[in-house]
């Protein structure tokens, strides 16, 4: 019995229930392509992982709240729910297509509020992030902080790293760019303009390789029925108020689905 091969096995057996996210999610607005944050945004299905992905992701997810605790145990005041809603803590913008998750917020010394952002790295990732700095090492984790900073007006954040390997800590204070702000924003309004457009031409580009939506963008999987959803629909268009419009006037269904397609890299229009 091989219990290694077992475990793959039930990974592989079991029915992913999860349906995609259908808004632009903080973690996403910094991805280089804005067809990845199209698909994103209209709930497109990823290109399914594998097991041991799936793993990497769910480990990242426990360790948070660890860390939560550390700093707790540490006399720093962290409120990693909305006491309004003892959920965690959401931000939005665009009427909602644009939506925020902070893992908390801290006191700081002066009496202030910060954004919290916790990541668990691996060893190289780790080392990357303390010798140069998150805008430098981590872009997106950079974007996602600055984004939801952005929207809650926040004037810094802590971006707290927890290392896998050995369990060290190092955090870094992030200061607001309000300039890197707006460039994000502008990124939002071309995906809701509906201006999204390919990274690259070429579905062997390395940036297509490792995308989760890479499938659906390069057609090599057809849309189930049950993603054959308003959403989904070129004729679906998203408003910046956070409305939908659909220009051949479809209501509740959609009754003349075609597949919303971005567009293609500008050197090749």
Known sequence: MNIADLIERAYDSDIQDEKP??????????HSCEAMIGFSLRGFPNTPIDSQLRRIFREGHRIEPQVVADMKKA???VMEKDPMNNKQWAFHSYGGHAVGHADGIIEAPDGSSWLLEVKSMSDANFKDFKKN?????HRGYYAQMQFMMGMAKFEKGVLVSYNKNNSEYHSEIVEYDEFFYQSLRQ????VLLDRAMRISDDPSDYRCRGCFKREVCWETKEIEKKYQVPKTCKNYQPKLDGTWTCDKGCQQECQKWESWRPKLKASST
Do not use: F, L
Request: proline letters at 0%.
């Open 21 to 30: 996210r259908s808004y632009i999610g903080a973690s996403s607005v910094g």
């Open 75 to 77: 006399n720093i005041e």
């Open 133 to 137: 700095g998150v805008k430098s090492s």
């Open 187 to 190: 990124k939002v309004e071309n």
